[in-house]
Each structure stands twice: as C-alpha cells, then as structure tokens.
C-alpha cells in the first residue's frame, strides 16, 4: 500500500514518466495533486531493493464519458466500477513484470470489494495499451473527453478480464 511517506517517491517516479512517456499528457496542477485524488480507494507502489519503482491508484471516477463506456459496456452502473489510474513504472525498472503486478493488484482489490475493474487510457500510449492488452483486458470502446480546461481527449476504455 501507498503511504503518505512513499508520496515523494511517487512524484519522481511520475516525472520520469512524463519525461520518458509524456503521460500525463495534461497535467492538472503538480505532480503530487496528480496523483494524490480525494476519491481514491487504495494505491499500492512497488520497490526495487528498497526504492520506489512504480505505483497505481484505484478510484472512484474517472472521465465522464469513460465511465459511461465503461458501464454501457459491463451492464452495470457506474457506481459499480472501480478505475485503475496513475499505473506509473520507472522507465528504468520496466520489462520486469511490474506494471502486470500493479495491475492485478488493483484490479483484484476492486473485484475484493465488488466493483468491476476499468481504465482509460489516451489512444497514442501505445507501451501502456500493450501491457493491458498482453494482460487480457478487453477493450470495451473509444471515447473522446473533454476537460475543465477545453482541451479534448482520444482514450480507449478497458474492462477487466
């Protein structure tokens, strides 16, 4: 589990990513806001000999319109769903199975607690949509989100196997 002493390790990981990845590709504020949601379930984080290699969120919620393909898709209401967010490995630390660890790990965490498992992700990450896809999940749809800022988003939406 992610603890608030791991929060800092967690925001340099998030700008390694960024750097490497561009994800996020818009940024709400600082990394640290980013990734620390008021309607966050649980967040675990993986080490590496002590170090803080990667992270993932589950939430609530996540883009209006995900959460609308995501429940059309499962027959359930979006109350039932339970979003995998902010799966971040350092670039250094990947082709080790820990994005595939972090994964399952939130995603059996929602199933736990009786939610169905979802995520979106923007269209052009292409490692992040291989790693869910080698994983099993199904792509329920595309969406196009817009946020508070007017900026739009092209994102794939997936289901838990």
Same mark, same amino acid.
């Given at each position: 589990?992610?603890?608030?002493?791991?929060?800092?390790?967690?925001?340099?990981?998030?700008?390694?990513?960024h750097?490497?990845?561009?994800?996020?590709r818009?940024?709400?504020?600082?990394?640290?806001?980013?990734?620390?949601?008021?309607?966050?379930?649980?967040?675990?984080v993986?080490?590496?000999? @002590?170090?803080?290699? @990667?992270?993932?969120?589950?939430?609530?919620?996540?883009?209006?319109?995900?959460?609308?393909?995501?429940?059309?898709?499962?027959?359930?209401g979006?109350?039932?769903?339970?979003?995998?967010?902010?799966?971040?490995?350092?670039?250094?630390s990947?082709?080790?199975?820990? @994005? !595939?660890?972090?994964?399952?790990?939130?995603?059996?965490h929602?199933?736990g607690?009786?939610?169905?498992?979802?995520l979106?992700?923007?269209?052009?990450?292409?490692?992040?949509?291989?790693?869910?896809?080698?994983? @099993?999940?199904?792509?329920?749809? !595309?969406?196009?989100?817009?946020?508070?800022?007017?900026?739009?988003?092209?994102?794939f939406?997936?289901?838990?196997?």
């Amino acid at each position: 589990m992610r603890t608030s002493r791991d929060v800092a390790a967690c925001v340099a990981v998030a700008k390694e990513v960024h750097d490497a990845d561009g994800y996020p590709r818009f940024l709400p504020g600082d990394f640290e806001s980013f990734l620390v949601r008021p309607d966050t379930i649980n967040a675990w984080v993986a080490e590496e000999d @002590g170090i803080v290699v @990667g992270q993932v969120s589950l939430h609530r919620s996540t883009m209006r319109e995900a959460m609308a393909c995501a429940s059309s898709y499962a027959g359930v209401g979006p109350e039932n769903l339970a979003v995998v967010a902010r799966l971040m490995v350092a670039p250094a630390s990947r082709g080790h199975r820990i @994005g !595939e660890s972090l994964l399952e790990t939130s995603a059996e965490h929602a199933r736990g607690l009786g939610y169905t498992p979802m995520l979106d992700v923007v269209t052009s990450s292409h490692h992040a949509i291989e790693l869910y896809e080698r994983c @099993g999940w199904t792509r329920a749809g !595309e969406v196009r989100s817009t946020l508070s800022s007017g900026a739009t988003l092209d994102e794939f939406v997936y289901l838990c196997p």
